[in-house]
């Protein structure tokens, strides 16, 4: 097998890489079938599909919105914007202007609020509605704070609903991320639920082999990285069916090679 050719250039998924070496992207082209493809992607660095492209940069209605960022030690930022893409820079500036434990963003007139933990690797959900909600979810990689926020400022709360599972007891955390992984598989149960899953997976740091026969998950990653991810995967593919196939002797320890299927195809492109 010959070695991937990258499905979203440019982008750096190592383990502590940080969020948004993209950022700003519009589009960028890529060979796929020997025919040019243009790729798009968020402030976050991370790609999007067709219909994310045009809510990102979709003025808030009524708007402007206010959001205030604040890491507890009195110096709140309050600001006022016309869209998702200018609140993410606002808070973007914000995030890497600190050093702290815990970051904030405040909806004050939903009652919404995200915090970020990257110390601990957890980011909070919370909705002060009656009931008060809190939710919990353990990402595995540092540069997923950010894609965090920008998903937050696109639809609040509700648009966290499949960044990850969700916990509402912080001590769930302590599970292994195998076990995160399978419980948040066990909730998938329609095939389209299924694959749009695999395609998010991918789309975050997969690729495709030149011979268009296999597509690659995790590309050059190590087995130790995405491990919660890879248990969804693995998961999905026993669900949906997928023939995963023995990744080449070069190809990174947690690399996941699978034949390419008609069902994925016809997703990807969404994200193409």
């Known amino acids: 097998m010959a070695a991937c050719r990258p499905a979203l250039p440019g982008r750096d998924d ?18 796929m079938n020997g025919r040019s493809r243009q790729l798009w992607f968020d402030y976050a660095g991370r790609a999007v599909t067709r219909e ?6 979709r003025p808030y209605n009524p708007g402007p ?9 009195g110096n709140d930022q309050q600001v006022s914007v016309v869209d998702p893409q200018a609140a993410y820079v606002a808070f973007s500036e914000f995030f890497r202007d ?9 909806d004050e007139p939903s009652g919404q609020s995200l915090v970020l933990m990257p110390g601990q690797g957890v980011i ?3 909705k002060d509605a009656d009931p008060h909600r809190s939710e919990y979810l353990q990402v595995d990689r540092g540069n997923r704070h950010l894609p965090s926020a ?26 292994s991320p195998e ?20 395609a998010r997976i991918w789309a975050d740091s997969g690729c495709v ?8 998950f995790f590309d050059s990653h190590d087995v130790d990285d995405d491990r919660a991810d890879r248990a969804v995967l693995l998961k999905l593919i026993e669900f949906l069916g997928l023939e995963r196939v023995d990744a080449p002797a070069e190809a990174a320890g947690g690399e996941v090679w699978v034949r390419t299927d008609t069902r994925l195809d016809v997703e990807f492109a969404r994200w193409s």
């Not at 600190?98 to 405040?106: A, E, L, P, Q, V």
């Open 65 to 73: 919105k206010q959001f205030v960022f604040s890491v507890g030690d």
């Open 52 to 57: 994310r492209r045009t809510h990102m940069a």
């Open 14 to 31: 190592r383990p502590g890489a940080g969020a948004g070496r993209t950022a700003g992207c519009t589009g960028c082209s890529s060979a």
């Open 150 to 175: 920008m998903l937050f400022f696109e639809n609040g709360h509700a648009g966290l609903d499949h960044f990850g599972q969700w916990f509402s007891d912080l001590a769930d955390l302590d599970a």
């Open 179 to 198: 076990t995160r992984g399978a419980a948040r598989a066990a909730t998938i149960t329609t095939e389209a639920a299924a694959i749009e899953e695999v």
């Open 98 to 106: 600190r050093d702290s434990d815990t970051y904030t963003i405040s």
């Open 209 to 216: 082999d030149p011979s268009d026969q296999y597509v690659v």
């Open 124 to 126: 909070s959900r919370i």
